[in-house]
């Protein structure tokens, strides 16, 4: 059976870029591998597929198209990769996080989950994980959840948040966290920093990525950097990301941190100095907050 993973992260931290690269790079090594892409902007497939803009879900059923065949919604990613695009509405209009529930009924009456393939990743939307963008780890379709971070303060504060989602659909299901995939831009200054964030929520880092100027060079032309650059240097860190990710059976329950929990985690993480906490006025609904603001960064969580 294939192995279902999905992957989360904060927007921005270079999610998509992990994935396609990773796809390619296991295809290389004989694997067959089905990428879908989860988001609305449609660009989890860019550097794999031959057309760009590509097909989406939600294209063909907004031109009332149904009974979709195979053929219709796959589209090639190269040797060994086929690719699926959930698209959306457009940016304002109509809920995006839809068209997941819509696009597993489809892949069921067509049978794709039946098709030998040795992993199907979903590239799922940022940090969401309610509503129709949890759907992967909610319906049991990823049995392993993935998490990108950088060390920066937000994409571990998202980071957590995922793990969170995680830890309340294990308890229904058989989603399980299978670490994170560090990609950062200086290694030496963030490893640190995700290597305690990871061992305080009882996770683990499953290999890092420090940025190359190779990655941008391959993205400008719309290419992984496995296919773009074989022979460089910087491409060997994608097959040990690939290795690592097969090799890994560390499958657990995360221990994330309440919102308070991390705050002060965070702080001495960045060696701030302690903030003074002040009682916030009660909600509404009479429950009580604690406001904790961080000296020296404000209150990035606005």
Same mark, same amino acid.
């Not at 059976?1 to 296991?26: P, W």
């Not at 989950?113 to 909610?138: K, N, S, T």
């Not at 571990?156 to 948040?161: I, T």
């Given at each position: 059976?294939?192995?279902?993973?999905?992957?989360? /992260?904060?927007?921005?931290?270079?999610?998509?870029?992990?994935?396609?690269?990773?796809?390619?790079?296991?295809?290389?090594?004989?694997?067959?591998?089905?990428?879908? /892409?989860?988001?609305?902007?449609?660009?989890?497939?860019?550097?794999?597929?031959?057309?760009?803009?590509?097909?989406?879900?939600?294209?063909?059923?907004?031109?009332?198209?149904?009974?979709?065949?195979?053929?219709?919604?796959?589209?090639?990613?190269?040797?060994?990769?086929?690719?699926?695009? #959930?698209? /959306?509405?457009?940016?304002?209009?109509?809920?995006?996080?839809?068209?997941?529930?819509?696009?597993?009924?489809?892949?069921?009456?067509?049978?794709?989950?039946?098709?030998?393939?040795?992993?199907?990743?979903?590239?799922?939307?940022?940090?969401?994980?309610? /509503?129709?963008?949890?759907?992967?780890?909610?319906?049991?379709?990823?049995?392993?959840?993935?998490?990108?971070?950088?060390?920066?303060?937000?994409?571990?504060?998202?980071?957590?948040?995922?793990?969170?989602?995680?830890?309340?659909?294990?308890?229904?299901?058989?989603?399980?966290?299978?670490?994170?995939?560090?990609?950062?831009?200086?290694?030496?200054?963030?490893?640190?920093?995700?290597?305690?964030?990871?061992?305080?929520?009882?996770?683990?880092? #499953?290999?890092?990525?420090?940025?190359?100027?190779?990655?941008?060079?391959?993205?400008?032309?719309?290419?992984?950097? #496995?296919?773009?650059?074989?022979?460089?240097?910087?491409?060997?860190?994608?097959?040990?990301?690939?290795?690592?990710?097969?090799?890994?059976?560390?499958?657990?329950?995360?221990?994330?941190?309440?919102?308070?929990?991390?705050?002060?985690?965070?702080?001495?993480?960045?060696?701030?100095?302690?903030?003074?906490?002040?009682?916030?006025?009660?909600?509404?609904?009479?429950?009580?907050?604690?406001? #904790?603001?961080?000296?020296?960064?404000?209150?990035?969580?606005?």
């Amino acid at each position: 059976m294939a192995r279902s993973m999905a992957f989360y /992260g904060k927007g921005g931290v270079g999610k998509s870029t992990v994935v396609s690269n990773l796809t390619a790079t296991l295809a290389v090594m004989g694997r067959r591998v089905l990428q879908v /892409g989860c988001d609305p902007k449609r660009d989890s497939s860019r550097n794999l597929i031959k057309t760009f803009p590509p097909i989406t879900l939600m294209d063909l059923l907004a031109a009332g198209r149904s009974g979709l065949r195979k053929a219709e919604i796959v589209m090639d990613g190269g040797v060994n990769v086929d690719c699926i695009e #959930v698209g /959306g509405p457009k940016p304002g209009v109509g809920c995006a996080g839809r068209g997941l529930g819509r696009l597993f009924e489809e892949l069921e009456e067509m049978a794709i989950f039946d098709e030998p393939y040795d992993h199907i990743f979903y590239d799922v939307l940022g940090d969401v994980v309610c /509503g129709g963008f949890a759907v992967p780890m909610r319906s049991g379709y990823a049995e392993e959840v993935y998490v990108v971070t950088s060390g920066e303060f937000m994409s571990l504060y998202a980071a957590n948040n995922i793990a969170r989602g995680i830890q309340n659909y294990a308890l229904d299901g058989e989603v399980r966290m299978g670490g994170l995939i560090a990609n950062v831009k200086d290694l030496a200054y963030d490893r640190p920093l995700i290597e305690k964030f990871a061992e305080r929520i009882g996770t683990h880092v #499953v290999h890092y990525l420090e940025w190359n100027r190779v990655v941008y060079e391959a993205e400008r032309r719309r290419q992984t950097v #496995v296919r773009y650059a074989p022979d460089h240097e910087f491409t060997a860190n994608w097959y040990r990301l690939a290795e690592a990710m097969e090799a890994n059976t560390r499958l657990h329950v995360p221990q994330p941190m309440d919102d308070n929990e991390l705050d002060v985690f965070l702080e001495g993480l960045y060696g701030l100095a302690p903030a003074e906490r002040t009682e916030a006025p009660p909600r509404p609904n009479g429950i009580a907050t604690t406001r #904790v603001p961080l000296a020296g960064v404000g209150n990035l969580r606005g």
